[in-house]
């Protein structure tokens, strides 16, 4: 219910007469007199915004200004539902006034989401009269027992889904249905009860349970939003483990009119924690949730001020055998580093120990270090080191979120990183065209969704492979499925754009080139060229160009053409979509509409950008 979420207050209406209570709440749903408060929701992984839960609360001078009264009288009054809908209602509206950014995060009982499809205006009235798209508003089920269970709650879910609107299970982890709820609805956002989330940096129970839960999610593709979060040491476990979102007081408090992105300290401090590994990892060590970032290769290293001697630099390598580098750092921007190795070579020379030990170290120190944001990816940082002047791949390198300094990373670390992705890649890769298989391209995708980025899946797939396999042999559609793989690489620029196999005869194509359509239609043009110059050269010899015959999936035989190639693409704009999963099923839709076209055919899926164009 809006107003609710983790809010526990006296019962300051129990001294009131029910009469009085029945008056004054008249008089609040008369007169609208609800007031709206926003709480943020944090990307934990990202250090930005992702929304705002609406919450209410009734008029200060009253004894329902508080939302469990105000709930807790209407339920009795028999107006539950009415004001939920008063409730939404007037969220929407204050939350379009204030032009606040990203998702905003509605409670509703199961009876009152099943109820409002009956309503005249309902929801979709609501968003209108607002001037809110669907894709903006995610409905919070929130725990209660009641008639609605079931079909009709699905189907509501269901029919709103379909016209845009997303879904949470609220306070998962409080009541005995939320799990069940979670297999019915499947809904894009989890968000964990508050008592999961108390202590849970020193709570291995809890941990165990967080960690689970989140396993569950990428299963379903939904994200896990972590509520009450009060601790500065509970939050950072969330981050560590790689929680998606967060929200509690010590992130924000819930007010009528909250800023317009993170407070600076907050955003600040998840930079330097957001990415970090889920689980422990030795530096180096390749984390399989990604194609490696130097993050991976921190090394939490102390660094100096400028000012310090050089005589306490070399003090420090005496007493401190295991670095080999010391970063010189002045108000938290790195501007050099001593090499162990550099300065024990200058004060083996004459005189100068006596000269530079009580001078500053900014003046021996090497004032052209190798520097790297934590989210630079591994095979970037390992050309930036080969080309830096006199470096090569042999000393350590600093790390820095935002420029400002971290700690550091060594050359061996790096070499094993890279080691260790190749292996990854080869265990991903299909054994029969190399391309990436399906765990890197969920990944991949869930990066550029991550980030942000606009890009553009393409989905490949071959028309009439099935009979041309079974009349020609297994080995000769091999080899036009290796054919596909190639046209399909030569068709990307690799800088930019992503190819992985997804297994068979079908290709998933991540474009972020301005000029995709172009390069999807040239390899349409291409297509049949391809495959009838392969099979004069290497086939069994024939014209194939009015067909051949098989039989088709219930046994009769038809005539087919030779393998044609359909292509449906779904342009992804920030915001659209929530999960790789999500996209992976509108690039597969598309793709069958594509086949319905027959032929060499392109179907471009333009309603998502045709519900964004109208937001801007």
Same mark, same amino acid.
């Given at each position: 219910?809006?107003?609710?979420?983790?809010?526990?207050?006296?019962?300051?209406?129990?001294?009131?007469?029910?009469?009085?209570?029945?008056?004054?709440?008249?008089?609040?749903?008369? #007169?609208?007199?609800?007031?709206?408060? @926003?709480?943020?929701?944090?990307?934990?992984?990202?250090?930005?915004?992702?929304?705002?839960? #609406?919450?209410?609360?009734?008029?200060?001078?009253?004894?329902?200004?508080?939302?469990?009264?105000?709930?807790?009288?209407?339920?009795?009054?028999?107006?539950?539902?009415?004001?939920?809908?008063?409730?939404?209602?007037?969220?929407?509206?204050?939350?379009?006034?204030?032009?606040?950014?990203?998702?905003?995060?509605?409670?509703?009982?199961?009876?009152?989401?099943?109820?409002?499809?009956?309503?005249?205006?309902?929801?979709?009235?609501?968003?209108?009269?607002?001037?809110?798209?669907?894709?903006?508003?995610?409905?919070?089920?929130?725990?209660?027992?009641?008639?609605?269970?079931?079909?009709?709650?699905?189907?509501?879910?269901?029919?709103?889904?379909?016209?845009?609107?997303?879904?949470?299970?609220?306070?998962?982890?409080?009541?005995?249905?939320?799990?069940?709820?979670?297999?019915?609805?499947?809904?894009?956002?989890?968000?964990?009860?508050?008592?999961?989330?108390?202590?849970?940096?020193?709570?291995?129970?809890?941990?165990?349970?967080?960690?689970?839960?989140?396993?569950?999610?990428?299963?379903?593709?939904?994200?896990?939003?972590?509520?009450?979060?009060?601790?500065?040491?509970?939050?950072?476990?969330?981050?560590?483990?790689?929680?998606?979102?967060?929200?509690?007081?010590?992130?924000?408090?819930?007010?009528?009119?909250?800023?317009?992105?993170?407070?600076?300290?907050?955003?600040?401090?998840?930079?330097?924690?957001?990415?970090?590994?889920?689980?422990?990892?030795?530096?180096?060590?390749?984390?399989?949730?990604?194609?490696?970032?130097?993050?991976?290769?921190?090394?939490?290293?102390?660094?100096?001020?400028?000012?310090?001697?050089?005589?306490?630099?070399?003090?420090? @390598?005496?007493?401190?055998?295991?670095?080999?580098?010391?970063?010189?750092?002045?108000?938290?921007?790195?501007?050099?580093?001593?090499?162990?190795?550099?300065?024990?070579?200058?004060?083996?020379?004459?005189?100068?120990?006596?000269?530079? #030990?009580?001078?500053?170290?900014?003046?021996?120190?090497?004032?052209?270090?190798?520097?790297?944001?934590?989210?630079?990816?591994?095979?970037? $940082?390992?050309?930036?080191?080969?080309?830096?002047?006199?470096?090569?791949?042999?000393?350590?390198?600093?790390?820095?979120?935002?420029?400002?300094? $971290?700690?550091?990373?060594?050359?061996?670390?790096?070499?094993?990183?890279?080691?260790?992705?190749?292996?990854?890649?080869?265990?991903?890769?299909?054994?029969?065209?190399?391309?990436?298989?399906?765990?890197?391209?969920?990944?991949?995708?869930?990066?550029?969704?991550?980030?942000?980025?606009?890009?553009?899946?393409?989905?490949?797939?071959?028309?009439?492979?099935?009979?041309?396999?079974?009349?020609?042999?297994?080995?000769?559609?091999?080899?036009?499925?290796?054919?596909?793989?190639?046209?399909?690489?030569?068709?990307?620029?690799?800088?930019?754009?992503?190819?992985?196999?997804?297994?068979?005869?079908?290709?998933?194509?991540? @474009?972020?080139?301005?000029?995709?359509?172009?390069?999807?239609?040239?390899?349409?043009?291409?297509?049949?060229?391809?495959?009838?110059?392969?099979?004069?050269?290497?086939?069994?010899?024939?014209?194939?160009?009015?067909?051949?015959?098989?039989?088709?999936?219930?046994?009769?035989?038809?005539?087919?053409?030779?393998?044609?190639?359909?292509?449906?693409?779904?342009?992804?704009?920030?915001?659209?979509?929530?999960?790789?999963?999500?996209?992976?099923?509108?690039?597969?839709?598309?793709?069958?509409?594509?086949?319905?076209?027959?032929?060499?055919?392109?179907?471009?899926?333009?309603?998502?950008?045709?519900?964004?164009?109208?937001?801007?």
């Amino acid at each position: 219910m809006p107003g609710t979420a983790h809010e526990v207050y006296p019962n300051a209406a129990s001294a009131v007469p029910p009469v009085a209570l029945r008056n004054q709440l008249d008089d609040i749903l008369s #007169g609208e007199r609800l007031t709206p408060v @926003f709480q943020p929701i944090a990307r934990i992984r990202h250090a930005t915004l992702l929304g705002y839960e #609406g919450l209410i609360r009734g008029p200060d001078d009253s004894p329902l200004h508080m939302p469990e009264a105000l709930f807790r009288a209407a339920r009795a009054a028999g107006r539950g539902i009415e004001l939920e809908f008063a409730c939404c209602r007037a969220i929407l509206r204050r939350f379009a006034a204030l032009g606040l950014p990203g998702k905003l995060f509605l409670n509703i009982s199961p009876v009152a989401l099943v109820a409002s499809r009956d309503d005249h205006t309902g929801p979709p009235g609501w968003l209108a009269q607002a001037g809110i798209e669907p894709r903006c508003v995610v409905f919070e089920i929130t725990e209660q027992h009641d008639e609605s269970e079931g079909r009709h709650l699905i189907e509501a879910v269901a029919w709103y889904r379909a016209i845009g609107l997303r879904f949470a299970i609220d306070d998962l982890g409080e009541g005995c249905s939320s799990l069940g709820r979670w297999l019915d609805l499947r809904p894009e956002f989890i968000k964990t009860d508050r008592r999961l989330v108390r202590g849970i940096d020193g709570d291995p129970l809890r941990q165990q349970f967080i960690r689970s839960l989140c396993d569950m999610a990428r299963v379903t593709g939904a994200q896990v939003v972590a509520e009450g979060i009060e601790t500065e040491d509970e939050l950072g476990y969330l981050a560590e483990q790689g929680i998606s979102c967060g929200q509690g007081y010590y992130i924000a408090r819930p007010g009528p009119a909250p800023a317009g992105a993170l407070a600076p300290e907050v955003a600040h401090w998840l930079g330097g924690r957001a990415a970090r590994p889920a689980s422990p990892l030795s530096p180096g060590e390749a984390d399989p949730s990604d194609d490696g970032r130097a993050l991976r290769l921190l090394r939490r290293a102390p660094s100096v001020e400028p000012t310090v001697s050089n005589l306490a630099v070399s003090e420090f @390598f005496h007493a401190n055998p295991q670095w080999h580098t010391i970063p010189v750092v002045q108000q938290g921007i790195p501007v050099g580093v001593i090499t162990r190795s550099a300065l024990i070579e200058r004060f083996a020379q004459p005189y100068q120990r006596e000269i530079f #030990g009580g001078k500053p170290c900014s003046l021996i120190m090497d004032d052209k270090p190798v520097i790297a944001d934590m989210n630079t990816s591994l095979t970037a $940082l390992s050309r930036q080191l080969i080309q830096a002047d006199g470096y090569g791949l042999v000393n350590d390198f600093i790390i820095t979120s935002s420029g400002r300094y $971290l700690g550091i990373g060594t050359s061996q670390d790096l070499l094993r990183a890279l080691n260790d992705l190749q292996i990854l890649a080869a265990r991903h890769a299909n054994p029969l065209t190399q391309l990436p298989g399906n765990v890197p391209i969920g990944r991949r995708i869930q990066r550029l969704l991550d980030q942000r980025e606009t890009f553009v899946a393409c989905y490949a797939d071959l028309n009439h492979f099935k009979p041309f396999n079974d009349v020609f042999g297994y080995q000769r559609g091999d080899e036009i499925i290796q054919l596909t793989s190639r046209l399909l690489a030569d068709s990307i620029d690799p800088e930019r754009d992503f190819l992985g196999h997804i297994g068979g005869d079908d290709f998933l194509i991540l @474009f972020r080139s301005e000029d995709w359509e172009a390069r999807c239609r040239a390899v349409l043009a291409d297509f049949p060229g391809i495959v009838d110059g392969h099979m004069r050269a290497s086939g069994p010899g024939g014209d194939f160009s009015q067909g051949y015959m098989a039989e088709d999936r219930v046994g009769h035989r038809r005539c087919y053409t030779l393998p044609s190639l359909s292509l449906g693409a779904v342009r992804v704009e920030p915001g659209a979509y929530d999960s790789h999963h999500q996209i992976a099923r509108a690039a597969t839709e598309a793709k069958a509409q594509a086949k319905k076209q027959g032929g060499n055919a392109l179907f471009i899926d333009r309603r998502k950008a045709a519900r964004l164009s109208r937001i801007v």
